[in-house]
Nanobody
């Protein structure tokens, strides 16, 4: 009922920056929180950062001070600014949104966007 489209991944050298975007679309929905997760080859998907509708944020320790999550509620879009990227940040990054549609809550995932950091 809520679709997510991500963009902004790519290849960058260590120390560089990338900005990911994720736009939500659908009908009669209200998003309560959005976030970014990542999955590296052979590893489980892990939380990167989340942000509530009110703007409260939460970050994984590994990205604190380097990544910044933000959102535009009017556009139902969440962003992830990634600075000082490290080779260990290489992963597929997934957008997640928790939403309510007609009193039914659920969550949606994006298709994923690849982030590669060369050393």
């Amino acid at each position: 009922q809520v679709q997510l489209v991500e963009s902004g991944g790519g290849l960058v050298q260590a120390g560089g920056s990338l900005r990911l975007s994720c736009a939500a679309s659908g009908t009669f929905f209200s998003i309560t929180a959005m976030g970014w997760y990542r999955q590296a080859p052979g590893k489980q998907r892990e939380l990167v950062a989340t942000i509530t509708r009110g703007g409260s944020t939460n970050y994984a320790d590994s990205v604190k001070g380097r990544f910044t999550i933000s959102r535009d509620n009017a556009k139902n879009t969440v962003y992830l600014q990634m600075n000082s990227l490290k080779p260990e940040d290489k992963a597929v990054y997934y957008c997640n949104a928790r939403w309510v549609v007609r009193l039914v809550d659920g969550d949606s995932w994006g298709q994923g966007t690849q982030v590669t950091v060369s050393s």
